[in-house]
């Protein structure tokens, strides 16, 4: 069996990154270019797009692409795709910048300064931002959710065009190990003579639960290997960084997976906490890294309550037949039952809430901030040491490194004050 | 969603049990008819038929189906079907008898004497035994496969057409909430709003090991709920009656499944020990009993070591699409690991042999009637309570109630002295 196809009719990887004597020669030229400013989202999706994460799109998005995934989950030609990859400007910058249709710019990332692409600009339009908002967030609460604030808070006008990517970013030197691009995702499971891969989305350390819906997929026979793939693009305030969690996975594959069975990768995009669509792009991306299942859980992508629990599972059930080669693989809310004397689920564990570990998000790292002992039921030992090493020195200055850079001081405020 | 259809072209099921008057005058005609004699297993067929589990057929095989289905894997229209279910007969009785093509007979049981159908023989045949025995079985060992030897122990001579089934046996006064026709079970499922089932085929208590197994189809989000289908029908020397079995299930069920989530059935087929085809018949029959999921272990349906361990699980893969409208859920080796704190696989834990509870049916056997302690990892207290009090009252009489009637004294030694 063969590992699933990329994306796309043209069942084909893109590589946008330039290589060589051509990207000096577009480094070059991109000198003598007008400059669009990217926030660090735009500049995450250069580099899914660059390594061919985004197959089939071939740069950011024009606006029959925006609106057709918006409204109608697919691109003009038909294929799913099920959020914006968009890049924005301000009405000032444009007029500034003196970016008409046909100009060629330079792309650079606003925090660092550096050039990461360049794009020729084949449309620049306004979309309704909110009426995005409510169509893939399903919300326009830009106080409360994420992703909406970052939509509201982008530019008037979106630039649309085919992207050349020319700078890997800091990612590659972070995770020499892990970082890896769809093709080499997929060489390593050729390699591994594994066709039927699945993937286990995380933007968490992994605890009892994530390692429990990683080992019954294992289980399910329809799988020979496990690629835990994990974002490591800026997250929101409290998450954990990419190299704690990396730290974590290791300690957990070391430790408590089968060796012959399980991969590690890390991939630069940043959340958008999109939910159900977000699941969806997810899986998109993954059929793109080789993989043929991807675990959906309970509140996939979510943040706050905008999304009923399995509201991310069934969105797959909408797809018109043939729209994914990848199929998701859809596991109910997971803990330790004492009574059990197992990881079990609401389908297995017949008990009562006082019998299960449950732990919020909120009292671990209250447990964590506080040197209060977890159950042992939570998590493996070795990964709760790195995480107590890592609250106990790191949370204050990580916090502030890792979130909204591209929010307004006000937005940022109402967020971190908890009004999820 | 619904269920899945019964098998064969008319997606219909069969029921070959006459009711009422119907009845009642198919006794009286019988009462002057030929006598054919059964053995415990062409009994078992006869309720299994009748009950429409083994629907499309309509009868003991003719040569055609016979020869398809040893040969083929398929009956003469081009459905799968994986086992001969046929009706034997002696060369002598054939001849005492006067039973010819065209000929109607009764049909009794050997055991009982008691009648259990009728059936217009169209035709008499004679098939190469050793032939139907090394490509249903891969054995022609007569003395230590006891599908192999039931099959040599048979009458020359082959009786097809079709039946009309009379009489229920015993079973239905011994299992009256669990002994269920295909038609029942499936009403019990959309009674449950279920159409995703999950099968669990078993011949044995159930240990955790087991109970893992089905947890894990029931975690699969694939399925909405997990029918536990027990064979009662007569087993091999050392096998736990289905009484004592039933009690099993019903200590597990009460106590670790959430009850919304499962449901136990019991059916009268007796064990061939034919390992992938009988892996293929009961998928067959469950598909019948409305499941859409049959779990294949390790070893389903073997004995000795006649069958590689995943052998059962491949066969499945050389099936035609649309063969089946059930597929299998296949499953690794499963033990409970203490390093794991819980139960796993190959495909799932990294640890040593000596990490692992791992319980042989003899060890288990020894064990249990030395009254010796159990490891609680593997089984559950409220099952092994069962076993143990069956263990010391009941086995030696239960061995001679539950093997082979049908055999020969010689063979029947050969197999108690542990030739397996």
Known sequence: MALPNPHGPEKKLMLLFLEGAAREAEIARAAGLPKVYMTSMETSDILM??????????????????QGCVFDLKLPDGTMWPMPVTLSISADELASSGVKEGSDVALIDRESGELYGTMTVEEIYQIDKLAQCKEVYKTDDAEGHPGVAKTMAQGEHNLGGPVKALNE?????IYPKYYMYPAQSRALFEEKGW??????QTRNPMHRSHEYLVKF???SGNVDGAFIHAIVGAL?????PGETRVKCYEALIDNWFPKQNIALGVYPMEMRYGGPREALLHAV????????????GRDHAGVGSYYGPFDAQTIFDELRPGALELAPMKINWTFYCYKCESMASLMTCPHEKEDRVIVSGTQFRRAMQEGAELPK???R???????????QTAEKVEIKKHAYEDLTPEMLKKIQEGKK
């Open 49 to 66: 797009l660059g390594m061919g994460a985004f197959t089939p799109l071939r740069g950011f998005m024009n606006k029959a692409e925006c």
């Open 169 to 173: 970013g800091k990612y590659g030197a």
């Open 195 to 200: 066709s039927r891969v699945v993937a286990f």
């Open 217 to 219: 997929a294992l289980e």
């Open 236 to 240: 929101k305030a409290g998450d954990i």
């Open 285 to 296: 991306f993954r059929q793109n890294f080789g993989c043929k299942y991807l675990i959906v």
């Open 377 to 379: 039921e939570f998590g």
């Open 381 to 391: 030992p070795e990964v709760l040491a790195i995480l107590e090493e890592y609250y």
